[in-house]
C-alpha cells in the first residue's frame, strides 16, 4: 500500500513558471515532511521540509504548502529556471520506536523547465 | 563538511553472488539508513542503524543485511543475488536523535547491477 501518493509523474514548465507537485499521505502519524531533489547519477538532496504546526514554509523560490485536515502537501516552485530540471520526491517520515525516523517516498516528478 | 560517501559507485554481479557495500556517513552522524531506489518501486527503505543497533527494518528479504561500525560507517550485504536486485543503493546518515534526526542527507549511492 503506497502510503505517499505523488502527483503529476511529469510535468513540463516554461522557464519563468510556476511549477507545483502535490502529494497525498494516509498516515496521520506522520510528523515531518521533507522534498528531495535528484539529478541524474546523484542522490536525493534535501530541499526543503515542514512539520504539520506549519501550514507553508518558504525558502527562496521553494514554497512548501501543508493542509493537515486535507492530508496534502505541495512543493511550489517560482520562477522556474532549466536548472530545476530534476526528479522532485516528496516524503513523510514518523517515530516508528526509539527515537527511528523511516521516510516514505512518493514516486516522483520529473520536472523539465524548458527555455 | 564532507557528505555521505558510498563506495563503490558501480558494481556488476552475477546471479547467486554475494555483494558488500559501504557507507560513511557526514561527521558525527550516527544513523545511517539504506534505500533501493528502482524505477518501478521507487525509493524504498531497507534498514536504519543507530549507535551500532539495528533500529528499524523495512520489508526486505532476508537476503539483505547490514551493520554499523563504532565509528558510525555502515555495510549493506545482499546475498544470492537475483536479477531484480539491480537497483541505485542509496545510504542516508542523520544524527540520530531529537527532532534534527529527521534530516536524512543521502549519498550518490551504488548503481549494482546483476546479470
Known amino acids: 500500500q503506497q502510503q505517499v501518493k505523488q502527483s503529476p509523474q511529469s510535468l513540463i514548465v516554461q522557464k519563468g513558471g510556476i511549477s507545483i507537485i502535490n502529494c497525498a499521505y494516509e498516515n496521520t502519524a506522520f510528523d515531518y515532511f521533507p522534498w528531495y531533489q535528484q539529478f541524474p547519477g546523484k542522490g536525493p538532496a534535501l530541499l526543503i521540509a515542514?512539520?504539520?504546526?506549519?501550514s507553508e514554509k518558504k525558502e527562496g523560490r521553494f514554497t512548501i504548502s501543508f493542509n493537515k485536515s486535507a492530508k496534502q502537501f505541495s512543493l511550489h516552485i517560482m520562477d522556474s529556471q532549466p536548472g530545476d530540471s530534476a526528479t522532485y520526491f516528496c516524503a513523510a517520515s514518523q517515530d516508528t520506536g526509539a527515537g527511528s525516523y523511516q521516510l516514505t517516498f512518493g514516486k516522483g516528478t520529473k520536472l523539465s523547465v524548458i527555455p | 563538511k564532507a557528505g555521505v560517501t558510498q563506495t563503490p559507485r558501480y558494481l556488476i554481479k552475477t546471479r547467486g553472488q554475494q555483494v558488500t557495500l559501504s557507507c560513511s556517513p557526514i561527521?558525527?552522524?550516527?544513523?545511517v539508513s539504506w534505500y533501493q531506489q528502482t524505477p518501478g518501486q521507487g525509493l524504498q527503505f531497507l534498514f536504519e542503524?543507530?549507535?551500532?543497533?539495528q533500529r528499524n527494518k523495512g520489508n526486505f528479504p532476508g537476503r539483505f543485511s547490514g551493520r554499523q561500525f563504532s565509528n558510525s560507517r555502515s555495510e549493506m550485504n545482499v546475498s544470492t543475488l537475483e536479477l531484480g536486485d539491480s537497483a541505485l543503493y542509496l545510504c542516508?546518515?542523520?544524527w540520530g536523535h531529537g527532532r534534527t534526526n529527521t534530516e536524512a542527507f543521502f549519498g550518490q549511492g551504488t548503481r549494482l547491477t546483476v546479470v
Open positions: 542503524y543507530f549507535s551500532e543497533t
Open positions: 542516508a546518515s542523520s
Open positions: 515542514i512539520r504539520p504546526d506549519v
Open positions: 561527521s558525527g552522524h550516527r544513523s
